[in-house]
């Protein structure tokens, strides 16, 4: 597609239940990246996808969150058991390569509220 | 590890004022440095980078030049609009994109 696309746009859920994000990225870009902003703070990297697989996963808050890519494209990022503290803006983006200077564009963003 | 400190805002500037928006980093080897910025409503977007020492990356009359010695990336327009109001984020990678916690930028007619 012409950008990162990510769906939902908006998702209001109750505490406790599972929710799934989803992010399109950037037709032919090899590298995808998942970050988090919560109101009033900066973006907080998650993960980070080179084709399919994710060779860095330390920003994942816990156990509960998980993310997968399949077919070097599509990404999905699931929360379980969601907390009130989960509530931000979910951001997905891609960039071409995954190499240091390449740009990296970002979607607009999922935002997740756990009421 | 990696990091990225920028001031803290919000900036509140009259239009036509001059902006500076300072930034420094923390990083092993040669990062390369950008700004993006997000404006109300809107997603993050690039507005200019710089991958090697003394680069000046530029876009929409803003700047900022990559210092190497000091390991700074300071963002700087000349003369700010209304329109120029958002949030601006510093960011240096080396995969992933590290982030400042971003400034808040106000322009007042």
């Known amino acids: 597609g012409a950008g990162v696309s990510q769906s939902p746009s908006n998702k209001v859920t109750e505490k406790g239940k599972d929710v799934e994000l989803r992010c399109d990225p950037i037709s032919g870009h090899t590298a995808l990246y998942w970050y988090r902003q919560s109101l009033g703070q900066g973006l907080e990297f998650l993960i980070y996808?080179?084709?399919?697989?994710?060779?860095?996963k330390s920003g994942l808050p816990s156990d509960r969150f998980s993310a997968e890519r399949t077919g070097g494209s599509v990404s999905t990022l699931t929360i379980q058991r969601t907390q009130q503290e989960d509530s931000a803006v979910y951001l997905c983006?891609?960039?071409?390569?995954?190499?240091?200077?390449?740009?990296?564009?970002f979607g607009e963003g999922s935002w997740l509220t756990v009421v | 590890g990696n990091s990225v400190t920028q001031m803290e805002g919000p900036v509140t500037l009259s239009e036509e004022a001059f902006l500076t928006i300072n930034c420094t980093y923390t990083a092993t080897g040669y990062p390369s440095l950008f700004w993006y910025v997000q404006y109300p409503g809107e997603g993050l977007q690039l507005l200019l980078k710089a991958t090697k020492a003394d680069d000046k990356g530029s876009n929409k009359g803003f700047e900022a030049t990559y210092r190497k010695e000091t390991t700074s990336f300071h963002l700087e327009k000349g003369s700010v609009q209304v329109s120029d109001s958002a949030v601006y984020f510093c960011?240096?990678?080396?995969?992933?994109?590290?982030f400042g916690k971003g400034t808040r930028l106000s322009v007042i007619a």
């Open positions: 960011a240096l990678t080396h995969l992933p994109l590290v």
């Open positions: 996808f080179q084709g399919n697989s994710a060779p860095d």
């Open positions: 983006a891609s960039s071409s390569q995954g190499s240091s200077g390449n740009t990296i564009y």
